[in-house]
């Protein structure tokens, strides 16, 4: 399908010239699926973050079903924490209560990964990524795609992604527990102390920040309501701060992605006696 992006209306009146001038103006072609005329492997980033995504999300989900093996010394799992209901010595709350059905499969990780997911999901870097990996809404820029309308996120149900900013709310509190969670890391049961676990919950605390804090969202929050900057130092210095770690927003999002999956297959080795803790104080 070949189509003017301008009405012929507007051109029309100055006489044949215009309309004529108007035609030649931009002409937009409809591709097929997958049509492109783009050269290289313009799949490949797609794919990869497909495989990439998809690798997480099996594993997380298998590790929130497990109830078990998330906790080793002072060590506890991300996914596990904080740990509200549970039976380990993390626990805030005690063990589960009662009034839960005992049929349901419900593990505490299930209390708390909603947050965390919730703000990756409806994060603006990975929006656009899944949307094209997933979705193929595009598959990759100037690639065709395999729908003609779009609706883009002004309805429902993609308008609900603006609950992103109150996500971030909740991150930044997450960012807080998990870094106690680093510092509890160094007491041992026979004293304050270093161990490899120590060093992995901590980078991933740092990736975690680093994410959380290149977040668009606190970018505008900062810039206030209309994003214009009030020319105080403090603000300036912490917008600053954001917009150079929102530059390598992508970066910060996949390794702390990779990292915090990491630290949980870290701990539950541990805890399953196949990896050994080293102490390095
Ligand atoms: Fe990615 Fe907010 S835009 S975390």
């Known amino acids: 399908m070949a189509g003017n992006y301008f009405g012929s209306s507007i051109f029309c009146e100055g006489g044949a010239y215009h309309s004529k001038m108007a035609s030649n103006l931009v002409s937009i072609t409809r591709r097929g699926f997958g049509e492109t005329t783009r050269r ?64 349901l499969p419900l593990t505490p990780a299930f209390l708390i990964l909603w947050a965390p997911g919730g703000f990756r999901f409806t994060c603006y870097y990975y929006r656009g990524a899944y949307y094209k990996a997933f979705w193929a809404d595009p598959p990759a820029c100037a690639v065709g795609e395999p729908r003609s309308g779009y609706r883009g996120e002004n309805w429902f149900p993609l308008i609900l992604q603006n609950v992103h900013r109150y996500f971030l709310y909740i991150a930044l509190i997450f960012i807080v527990l998990l870094a106690h969670d680093a510092w509890k890391a160094m007491w041992f049961s026979d004293g304050w102390g270093i ?62 992605l990779f990292w915090v999956g990491f630290t949980d297959f870290y701990i539950r080795m541990c805890s399953m006696g196949i990896f050994t803790d080293y102490r390095i104080f």
């Open 40 to 103: 290289g492997a313009w799949w490949l980033q797609s794919l990869v973050t497909f495989l990439g995504f998809s690798a997480f999300i099996v594993y997380s989900t298998w590790a929130a079903f497990q109830g078990n093996h998330y906790t080793f010394g002072p060590y506890l799992s991300p996914f596990y924490s904080p740990e509200i209901f549970g039976m380990s010595p993390h626990a805030w709350f005690g063990s589960m209560p009662s009034w839960i059905p005992s049929w």
């Open 195 to 256: 161990g490899v676990g120590t060093i992995v919950m901590t980078i991933n605390v740092i990736l975690l920040s680093g994410y959380t804090l290149g977040c668009h969202s606190l970018r505008h929050l900062i810039g206030g309501a209309r994003n214009v900057l009030s020319g105080r130092p403090v603000q300036k210095k912490a917008y600053d701060c954001v917009s150079g770690l929102n530059k390598r927003h992508m970066m910060f999002a996949w390794f702390s």
